[in-house]
């Protein structure tokens, strides 16, 4: 059984930090590319932040400079640094995990944590 659990979530002020964590289990994690994104009500889930099996990054553009993912995968664990966070980076963040190969793909999400940035 795939489990992707993430972690890490909360309430901060304009200004602070937050790390969120998403452990993995049930899969190879270190052939999966892992991601980040996240949902207001109302509004598309979005991409945050993905990093490859090799270890290429990408960002949206709304948190380019601010945001950092990485991967342990002796830990099987992705992690989102968030740093100088604004009030329009409150949503529920996802996790997710991607595996393609041929016409095969696996696609597993988390069950996602809030992250609120108000004073």
């Known amino acids: 059984q795939v489990q992707l659990v993430e972690s890490g979530g909360g309430l901060v002020q304009p200004g602070g930090s937050l790390r969120l964590s998403c452990a993995a289990s049930?899969?190879?994690?270190?052939?999966?590319?892992m991601g980040w994104y996240r949902q207001d009500p109302g509004k598309q889930r979005e991409l945050v932040a993905s990093i490859t099996s090799g270890g290429s990054r990408n960002y949206a553009d709304s948190v380019k400079g601010r945001f950092t993912i990485s991967r342990d995968n002796a830990k099987n664990t992705v992690y989102l640094q968030m740093n100088s966070l604004k009030p329009e980076d409150t949503a529920v963040y996802y996790c997710n995990a991607v595996y393609e190969l041929g016409v095969r793909k696996s696609n597993y999400w988390g069950q996602g944590t809030q992250v609120t940035v108000s004073s």
């Open positions: 049930g899969i190879i994690f270190s052939i999966y590319a």
